[in-house]
């Protein structure tokens, strides 16, 4: 069984930082690329990042570089998003899901969308307070 743990959710003030986790079981890491998501109150289900397990090659939407970074830990199965310079427009339930790299493009600008991915997770919830 497929499964992603995310983690990390919580309050931060305007200017604060947090880290989330996902943790990924039931698949074989290198062959899959991990997104990170965003849903804010009635709005759709946004793409954040996307990481390749194969090599580490990482994606991060425009508006977010500069304070959001990803990383993975293959040996945990593991990715991370670290965020940075946090604004209340960060508030969203963050989601993480997983993509099979047999068509790289689904973790890749361009082709990085929420109907390209595999498998979901459960989400942590991140607010922002001003």
């Known amino acids: 069984e497929v499964q992603l743990q995310a983690s990390g959710g919580g309050l931060v003030q305007t200017g604060g930082s947090l880290r989330l986790s996902c943790v990924v079981s039931g698949l074989t890491f290198a062959e899959y690329g991990i997104g990170w998501f965003r849903q804010m109150p009635g709005k759709e289900r946004e793409g954040v990042s996307c990481?390749?397990?194969?090599?580490?090659?990482?994606y991060i939407r425009d508006s977010e570089k500069g304070r959001f970074t990803v990383s993975s830990d293959n040996a945990k199965n593991t990715v991370y998003l670290q965020m940075n310079r946090m604004t209340p427009g960060d508030t969203a339930v963050y989601y993480c899901?997983?993509?099979?790299?047999?068509?790289?493009?689904?973790?890749?600008?361009?082709?990085?969308?929420?109907?390209?991915?595999?498998?979901w997770g459960k989400g942590t919830q991140v607010t922002v307070s001003s």
């Open positions: 899901a997983a993509v099979n790299l047999a068509i790289d493009y689904y973790c890749a600008k361009g082709g990085f969308t929420s109907y390209g991915m595999d498998y």
């Open positions: 990481i390749r397990g194969r090599d580490g090659g990482a």
